[in-house]
């Protein structure tokens, strides 16, 4: 079930950012976000409505929003866990797609979001429900769908169910996460399949942390299975304030090279992602993790074997 083409959705902004102790200015934020865009990136999570005493890094949601450039081919997103949030994001009148979650365990979903998981669930159709009368779209995130930090192991049943449920509510897609970076290729073949046929026809996204290392294999299952959206994060910086061990994103650029190589478009441009990798190194004042942001794309010798041969 290979395919073409795979939609990339850039978290760096909320995803990358929110469990960062270093405080990065708005300024850079939209710096970020602009270089993701001049990168190819057209669907960008800009940022999140929640508690700023919660996620200190996003509390300057609005005034991000204020200074997000026009434009009409690039739909930005903003995460929300309540209708609070959903109200203040509609609000500001710049956010194109809310992004709600639903957490698989009781446990996390206490810690995340305050609420038990069904609950979650609840709030999550909710949350589409309103986007779809404010004439926004919404996506649904199953945060934890591989393990949960706090429950352990994740029945694949409890989130097909979920997932079902929410599918009922009319968002664009269904993403699963792995919060946790706990994943096997093999549990990411299963679980995409198998959501992936229950919510036909609406798209399978992943969202996949690399804490363990298994985070492009995880990738590489996951649209080995149909799924056709995936998350990163330029660098690989993320991570999830509530979710003991949660570690970075995989990262756009490593996720792209891979892709590419394998003649799978994502429609970016790698050398401009390694440039932003440099640049939000410094932001940062550390190395990030993303690999190829280390070692280059493939290599351009000045002279190709083909030139040698022909010479």
């Known amino acids: 079930m290979y395919t073409d083409t795979v939609e990339m959705v850039e978290v760096s902004p909320r995803d990358g950012l929110q469990n960062e102790r270093r405080e990065v200015t708005t300024e850079d934020k939209l710096a970020l976000i602009g270089r993701a865009i001049a990168a190819g990136s057209r669907r960008i999570e800009v940022t999140s409505f929640v508690n700023p005493r919660a996620v200190p890094q996003m509390a300057d949601a609005e005034a991000v929003c204020d200074g997000l450039p026009d434009r009409e081919d690039v739909t930005y997103i903003g995460l929300v866990m309540n209708m609070r949030g959903a109200e203040r994001a509609i609000a500001t009148g710049r956010i194109d797609q809310l ?24 709030a999550c159709r909710e949350i589409i429900a309103r986007a779809r009368a404010e004439g926004l779209t919404a996506q649904a995130t199953i945060a934890a ?23 009922e509510a009319g968002p664009v897609e269904i ?23 229950a919510v036909d026809p609406l798209p399978v996204r992943v969202h996949f942390h690399n ?14 299975a149909g799924a056709r959206v995936v998350d990163a994060s330029i660098g690989g910086l993320g991570g999830c304030p509530f979710a003991p ?7 756009t650029e490593d996720v792209a090279y891979m892709l590419e190589r394998a003649g799978i478009a994502t429609g970016l441009d790698l050398d401009q992602l390694i440039d932003t990798n440099r640049w939000l190194a410094g932001v940062m004042g550390k190395d990030l993790p993303a690999m190829v942001g280390k070692a280059g794309g493939f290599p351009k010798p000045e002279n190709s074997t083909t030139e040698r041969t022909a010479a």
């Open 211 to 224: 804490t363990r290392g298994t985070g492009l294999a995880n990738v590489w299952a996951a649209i080995g």
């Open 175 to 197: 993403a699963l996460a792995d919060t946790t970076g706990v994943g096997n290729p093999a549990h990411v073949e299963r679980l995409v399949t198998r959501v992936g046929a």
């Open 245 to 251: 061990g949660a570690a970075g994103n995989v990262a």
């Open 145 to 167: 769908s591989f393990g949960c930090p706090f429950e352990g192991e994740v029945g694949e049943d409890r989130v097909l169910a979920m997932a079902t449920a929410i599918a």
């Open 99 to 122: 992004g709600a979650v639903a957490v698989s365990t009781d446990q996390f979903a206490m810690a995340n979001q305050g609420q038990t998981s069904d609950g979650s669930v609840e």
